[in-house]
C-alpha cells in the first residue's frame, strides 16, 4: 500500500509537468497505441498479453512499457472515464485485428479473459489505482465488453450456443456503423460480418442443391438455418415469388416513373410500390390504413420538393422503422401486428422492396433487425419461435435476392402434373459471376 501511495505521488508530480509541457490527451493515447501495435507485431502472444494486462489490468509498470504507463497515468489523471473506455476499447481492437490477419483467434480469446481475473475487491490506497479499478468494473459491466465477447466468441467456436448468435452477422452491424466507436472495432465488425453472409450464402446454396438428391441419399451439406426441412419449401416460395413479381426490375420501373415527382405525390406512388403484390385483402387494408397515416405525416415540409437521393435515403430510413422498430428499442405496433397473423415472408418482401429502390438504407435495416435480435434475445427459443422464424425468413430472403447466387426452380422429369406444384420442382443455385459454388470460403 505504501510503494501504491509513492507510486500515486510520483504519477501526480509528472502530470503536473506534463501538463506545463502542454501534454494532450490524444498524445497519451497515440503512445499507447503505438506500444501495443509494436508488441503485437514483434513479440508473441504471451508476450503480448503479459504487457497488456500489466498496462490495463494490474497498471504496474515493466522494463519494456514505461511510456505507455506514464501515457495511462495522464488519461487516469485527466479523471475522463469515458476517454479511459475508448482507449483500452481501442486498444483490445489492435490487438485482435493483428491477430485475426496471423488466424491466432484462441490468442483473442485470452486477451478478453484477461478482464475476468481483474481483482476489483482488493483494497488500494491510492485513488489512482481506485479510479482505475472502478472504471475496469465499469467497462467489464458495460456494452463494450458485451460487443467484445460477440466479436471473439464467434472467432473461436462454430457452436450456436444461445439462439442469437445465429444471427451474429446482423448484431454486428451496429458495431460498424457507430462512428462513435474506434476505426478498429468498426473494420473488424465489418469484416467478420460479411464473412458470416457470406458463409451462410455459401452453405445455403450448397445445402439446397444437395437437398432431396436422388444421388445424395445421405446429406452431405448441413441445414445452415433453423428452419429444418421447411427451408427448401420456402426458398421455392421466394424464387416463384421473383419469378413473378421481378422485384429489381419493378424497384427500376418506379424509381424511372417518379425520378422527377414532387415528394407529395412520390408517397403516393410509394405507398402503391410497397402494397403492390401482396393479396390477402384483409392484410393490404391494414397495411393501407397504417402507411398511408404514416407516409401522409411524414416530412410535410418537403411536399413541393422534387424527390431526390437524400430525401430518398431518409424516407426509406422511416418506413424500414415503422416495420421494425421506431424507436431502435422495441418492436413497432406494425411489426407486431404482421409477427401476429404470421406474414413473416410478407415482412420480408416489403423491407426488401424498399432496399430495391434504396440499397443505401441496407445498413440501417439490418441495425433495426439488431435490435429486435436485441430485444427478443432474453427470451428461451420457444418462447420466441414466431419472431425467429422472422428472422430466419428474413436472412434467407436477402441471401436469395441482394446476394450473387442465383436461385432457380427446375420441374423434374417425371413430375406429370401440368399444376404447379413444390414438390415437382428441384432447386439449383449458381454464382452469378460463374465462380464454382464447390469452393468453399475460408473458414475462420
Known amino acids: 500500500m505504501i510503494r501504491e ?15 506545463q509541457l ?3 490527451l490524444q498524445q497519451a493515447q497515440d503512445v499507447i497505441y503505438q506500444f501495443l501495435l509494436d508488441t503485437v507485431k514483434q513479440q508473441p502472444p504471451e508476450t503480448v498479453l503479459q504487457e497488456f ?7 504496474n509498470a515493466s522494463e519494456g512499457n514505461p511510456e505507455a504507463i506514464q501515457a495511462l497515468s495522464e488519461i487516469l489523471f485527466a479523471n475522463d472515464e469515458k476517454e479511459f473506455i475508448n482507449t483500452l476499447k481501442r486498444s483490445c481492437y489492435i490487438v485482435i485485428n493483428n491477430w485475426y490477419t496471423s488466424r491466432n483467434f484462441t490468442a483473442s480469446q485470452d486477451l ?3 478482464f475476468s481475473d481483474v481483482k476489483l475487491t482488493r483494497k488500494t490506497l491510492s485513488p489512482t489505482l481506485s ?5 475496469l468494473l465499469n467497462f467489464i459491466n458495460s456494452q463494450d465488453y458485451h460487443e467484445l465477447q460477440l466479436f471473439i466468441t464467434q472467432q473461436v467456436t462454430s457452436d450456436p450456443g444461445h439462439w442469437s448468435n445465429r444471427y451474429i452477422s446482423y448484431l454486428l452491424v451496429p458495431q460498424y456503423t457507430n462512428l462513435n466507436n474506434p476505426v478498429e472495432q468498426r473494420e473488424a465488425a465489418r469484416i467478420l460480418s460479411k464473412k458470416l453472409k457470406d458463409q451462410f450464402k455459401f452453405d445455403l446454396a450448397m445445402y439446397t442443391a444437395h437437398s432431396k438428391s436422388a444421388i445424395c441419399r445421405e446429406p452431405i451439406y448441413n441445414n445452415p438455418t433453423g428452419l429444418g426441412d421447411k427451408v427448401v419449401d420456402l426458398i421455392k416460395k421466394i424464387v416463384v415469388k421473383h419469378g413473378m413479381f421481378n ?3 419493378v424497384a427500376n420501373i418506379f424509381l424511372e416513373q417518379t425520378k422527377d415527382s414532387n415528394y407529395k405525390r412520390f408517397k403516393k406512388s410509394l405507398h402503391n410500390y410497397l402494397i403492390f403484390s401482396v393479396k390477402k385483402k384483409e392484410l393490404v ?3 393501407n390504413q397504417t402507411l398511408t397515416e404514416k407516409l401522409n405525416d411524414l416530412y410535410k415540409d418537403y411536399h413541393d420538393t422534387t424527390i431526390e437521393a437524400a430525401l430518398l435515403l431518409r424516407t426509406c430510413n422511416r418506413l424500414i422503422e415503422y416495420l421494425t422498430t421506431e424507436n431502435q428499442d422495441e418492436p413497432s405496433p406494425l411489426f407486431i401486428l404482421l409477427m401476429s397473423q404470421g406474414h413473416h415472408l410478407t415482412l420480408a418482401m416489403l423491407l426488401l422492396k424498399i432496399i430495391m429502390i434504396c440499397p443505401n438504407s441496407r445498413n440501417h435495416l439490418e441495425t433495426c433487425i439488431a435490435k429486435l435480435i436485441q430485444y427478443y434475445t432474453n427470451y428461451a427459443e420457444e418462447d420466441c419461435r414466431w419472431v425467429i422464424t422472422f428472422f430466419e425468413v428474413f436472412k434467407i430472403t436477402f441471401a436469395i435476392h441482394t446476394e450473387n447466387v442465383q436461385y432457380n426452380l427446375i420441374k423434374m422429369d417425371n413430375a406429370a402434373s401440368s399444376e404447379f406444384q413444390l414438390d415437382a420442382y428441384r432447386v439449383f443455385s449458381q454464382l452469378r459471376d460463374y465462380v ?3 469452393e468453399k470460403p475460408e473458414n475462420q
Not at 6 to 15: A, C, P, Q, V
Not at 53 to 59: E, N
Not at 131 to 135: D, S
Open 5 to 19: 501511495v509513492i507510486l500515486d505521488t510520483r504519477h501526480t508530480e509528472s502530470r503536473t509537468q506534463s501538463n
Open 22 to 24: 502542454g501534454f494532450p
Open 53 to 59: 494486462k500489466l498496462l490495463f489490468i494490474d497498471y
Open 112 to 114: 478478453v479473459s484477461l
Open 131 to 135: 479510479r482505475q479499478r472502478a472504471w
Open 247 to 249: 422485384y429489381k426490375n
Open 285 to 287: 387494408k391494414s397495411l
Open 436 to 438: 464454382n459454388l464447390e
